[in-house]
């Protein structure tokens, strides 16, 4: 199947600091890409949708000003959590959209001390 | 929310089929039962999907009921790096459409 990576794997940061992270579709072109977050023993939950060249739509609850999201390009989208507190930390995934299917990303483990 | 129930965990013995059962009563006549599995700490894998027919591929088969309102996807014959969480999705076919996890299925493939 097709290859999503991300960057960086694992990211442990301080408290009001911002944390970039990259996901990338290696060997397609994805004009949509999806962050999810995923917190301890629960499911993953979708924070936004993001479409190359165009603004993200943002899940309710998710606070678009905290949480960047760009997609400048059909293999990129980054996602910045700002100002990152101890709450934030979780596993973030991405995934890219191929012709019918999703594939993910291995995730980001971020953790705001 | 989730538009599918699927029971919380289940075990199987390695070299044994693992039928994985999930409840789907609410799918609408486009939307495709899509299954994906998470392996502890890594991001989903996708696993199969389908509309009415039986499916199957080198992973999994899938069964759907002739009305749709249920599924099964089988394991042919488990191995210990089967052990996961299984997740079964129903959505439009569209690349661009969300996916929405339910909690999913835990199994347990066992020695």
């Known amino acids: 199947g097709a290859v999503v990576s991300q960057h960086p794997s694992r990211v442990i940061c301080k408290s009001g600091t911002s944390v970039k992270i990259e996901c990338r579709s290696l060997?397609?072109?994805?004009?949509?890409m999806f962050w999810y977050r995923q917190f301890p023993k629960q499911s993953l939950m979708l924070m936004a949708t993001?479409?190359?060249?165009?603004?993200?739509?943002?899940e309710q609850g998710v606070e678009k000003d905290k949480f960047l999201i760009n997609h400048a390009s059909l293999t990129l989208s980054t996602l910045t959590v700002t100002s990152a507190h101890p709450e934030d930390s979780s596993f973030y995934i991405c995934?890219?959209?191929?012709?019918?299917?999703?594939?993910f990303g291995p995730g980001t483990r971020l953790t705001v001390l | 929310d989730a538009k599918t129930t699927q029971p919380p965990s289940m075990d199987c013995a390695e070299g044994r089929a693992a039928n994985l059962p999930c409840n789907h009563s609410?799918?609408?006549?486009?939307?495709?039962v899509y299954w994906y599995r998470q392996i502890h700490s890594q991001g989903p894998q996708y696993i199969i999907h389908?509309?009415?027919n039986n499916e199957t591929n080198e992973m999994a088969s899938l069964i759907i009921t002739e009305d749709r309102k249920s599924s099964t996807l089988i394991l042919p014959h488990a191995t210990l790096r089967d052990t996961a969480v299984y997740y079964c999705?129903?959505?439009?076919?569209?690349?661009?459409?969300?996916?929405?996890f339910g909690k999913g299925t835990k199994l347990t493939v066992n020695p």
């Open positions: 995934s890219a959209t191929g012709l019918h299917e999703q594939f």
């Open positions: 060997d397609f072109q994805a004009t949509t």
């Open positions: 993001s479409n190359e060249g165009s603004k993200a739509t943002y």
């Open positions: 609410t799918i609408s006549g486009n939307e495709y």
């Open positions: 389908g509309l009415k």
């Open positions: 999705i129903v959505r439009d076919r569209g690349g661009s459409e969300k996916l929405v």
